[in-house]
């Protein structure tokens, strides 16, 4: 008997639930999806899985959806994006106001009626590791890994194609795939089996550092004793001239020093200011890289940084994040950052200048 709407809705709130805390991603990271036949609903892009109601997922026409596989793209990304979200409102159905996730397509064009995708750090240890596409195959030879492709189309439209290729030759469509410095999409018919799969690929993963000696706790020392953030946080913002910045304190750690993933970008920036901060030392970063840093590393210990407390505290659990990815992918080869191409490619993306607009 098929499920109704509603009964969707339901089991695809509680999974986006279930897959939305720190374990599995990091702000607004990540999205679900449920469909039958006809509708695909998708999580709003900005939005975070695990504040979701089964009011809050856009309903989208899967025949329209799939005009967007026939399209020619300009060969302008701005010109492309902006083809790309014309025609993704235009497959919403009537009465809806989010906007859809980005990789709704790629959620469309699985045939399972679920579909998860998440950043968890224990998967991007391999994900974002130099040997992580050997691994992959020795690990998960029934999964599909799939080198890294910028985000948005053409990231869909690859993996559509590789989806076809796969269940060509398997007879079947891959229920997991790996993206190369990005994180894992999970399909299956029923709540239970997203569930299963995703135990079965933490239970691989745990084997394999604990054979690797490797500890999936992020190796971090307290603050300093008697450690004054207030007094702290005025150096900071004399050191930035900025009077509405904030912090977030943590003891050290060895953060990562480039990017690692889509997420950590937006939410972390690619690279740390690594010095003490001095006005010289801020000013060197801003001429550097065109921005200022989001992720502090002196001898106090390591920051996140923001234009709110609820933003400077993303950008620390973004930092602690990409730190344990780091720490992770020294089971498999040591880590691979994203090259300069695929970064200035989020740093620009206005997908991304959207979702950042979404905190508060």
Not at 46 to 53: D, E, M, R, S, V
Not at 187 to 200: F, K, N, T, V
Not at 249 to 260: E, N
Request: net charge negative; aromatic share 10%; with cysteine.
């Amino acid at each position: 008997m098929q499920e109704s709407v509603q009964e969707l809705l339901k089991d695809i709130t509680d999974l986006s639930h279930e897959f939305g805390g720190g374990e599995y991603v990091c702000g607004g990271g990540g999205n679900t999806s449920v469909k039958n036949s006809s509708t695909l609903w998708v999580k709003p892009s900005g939005t975070t899985l695990a504040g979701l109601k089964p009011e809050s997922f856009v309903a989208m026409d899967r025949k329209k959806i799939a005009r967007l596989y026939a399209i020619q793209p300009p060969q302008s990304v701005s010109e492309r994006e902006a083809l790309v979200k014309e025609k993704m409102n235009a497959a919403l159905l009537a009465g809806q106001s989010g906007r859809p996730s980005v990789e709704a397509a790629l959620h469309d064009s699985l045939n399972a009626r679920f579909v998860v995708h998440t950043h968890p750090a224990a998967v991007n240890g391999m994900t974002c590791a130099k040997d992580g596409r050997q691994v992959c195959l020795r690990l998960f030879p029934d999964a599909l890994w799939m080198d890294y492709v910028d985000p948005g189309y053409t990231l869909c439209i690859a993996v559509r194609r590789q989806i076809e290729q796969f269940a060509g030759q398997k007879g079947h469509e891959p229920s997991v795939i790996f993206l190369q410095n990005h994180g894992v999409f999970v399909a299956g018919d029923s709540p239970q089996e997203i569930r299963d799969l995703y135990a079965a690929i933490f239970d691989c993963l745990s084997a394999e550092y604990a054979k690797a000696k490797v500890s999936m706790t992020l190796k971090a020392d307290p603050l300093p004793e008697g450690f004054n953030l207030s007094a702290f946080l005025t150096g900071i913002r004399s050191a930035f001239e900025e009077e509405d910045l904030f912090a977030a304190a943590g003891g050290y750690f060895q953060p990562a020093d480039g990017p690692l993933t889509p997420d950590h970008i937006v939410y972390a920036k690619s690279f740390p200011l690594v010095a003490e901060p001095t006005p010289a030392a801020v000013s060197e970063y801003k001429n550097r890289y065109g921005y200022a840093p989001l992720v502090l590393v002196c001898s106090n210990g390591v920051f996140g940084l923001g234009a709110s407390e609820k933003k400077a505290s993303l950008a620390l659990e973004l930092a602690r994040n990409g730190g344990q990815v780091v720490q992770l992918a020294a089971a498999f080869g040591g880590v691979n950052y994203m090259t300069e191409s695929a970064r200035r490619f989020i740093e620009g993306w206005e997908v991304e200048f959207y979702r950042q607009k979404q905190l508060s």
